[in-house]
């Protein structure tokens, strides 16, 4: 069974930066297609960022294009998301799952992301 443990997030000041870390176990990362989504209080959990299995391509809601970095290590079985110049409306938890294949939709407990302004 896969589980996934996500950390790094903290409370942080505007236009501090953070390293999140996705740790995959029970699985490797495979041929499969990772992402990172974030649910704010009350609100829907939501896209953010996605890598290919190759880490060729990457994609980045507009929100966060220019300042959020997804990356993954195969070997260290991890998906990371490097975040730099953060906004008070980055507050979220943030998760990490699989977009392929039959971990797609499984989802660890979360990081809290807190941005000060």
């Known amino acids: 069974q896969v589980q996934l443990a996500e950390s790094g997030g903290r409370l942080v000041q505007a236009g501090g930066s953070l390293r999140l870390s996705c740790v995959v176990s029970?699985?490797?990362?495979?041929?499969?297609?990772m992402a990172w989504f974030r649910q704010a209080p009350g609100m829907e959990r939501i896209y953010a960022a996605a890598?290919?299995?190759?880490?060729?391509?990457?994609y980045y809601d507009d929100s966060v294009k220019g300042r959020f970095t997804i990356s993954r290590d195969s070997a260290k079985n991890t998906l990371y998301l490097q975040m730099n110049n953060l906004k008070p409306e980055d507050t979220a938890v943030y998760y990490c799952?699989?977009?392929?294949?039959?971990?797609?939709?499984?989802w660890g407990q979360g990081t809290q992301v807190t941005v000060s302004s």
């Open positions: 029970g699985r490797p990362l495979g041929n499969y297609n």
């Open positions: 890598i290919h299995w190759s880490g060729a391509t990457t």
């Open positions: 799952t699989f977009t392929t294949g039959r971990a797609a939709g499984s």
